[in-house]
């Protein structure tokens, strides 16, 4: 994941504006999924129906869930791999 913002902001976990997103919003992706995460899950079972299992369509559901908890200046860029060599990036437009 990567966030640009052309201002630094606060988080829910640091209240001085020392940033551009913290670190722990914009991971939540990579945690298990007993914690919010998509980590150790069957995709198929998690992801809301709107969204197919494709590389594509999971980086669209990364950056959509973590789009409403950062500031609305911030930019987002998801890449998802499938292998060392494939890999999809979504991103603002």
């Not at 914009?26 to 995709?43: M, N, P, S």
Request: proline letters at 6%; one cysteine or more; charged letters at 25%.
């Amino acid at each position: 994941m990567e966030a640009t913002s052309s201002k630094l902001h606060s988080s829910q976990y640091c209240p001085h504006p020392v940033m551009v997103a913290d670190f722990k919003t914009l991971r939540w992706a990579k945690q298990d999924v007993t914690k919010g995460g998509l980590d150790h899950c069957v995709l198929n079972e998690v992801l809301p129906p709107e969204y197919e299992t494709t590389a594509e369509m999971i980086a669209k559901y990364i950056y959509d869930l973590t789009k409403k908890q950062v500031p609305s200046d911030v930019q987002l860029k998801v890449a998802v791999s499938e292998t060392p060599n494939s890999w999809v990036e979504y991103e603002d437009d």
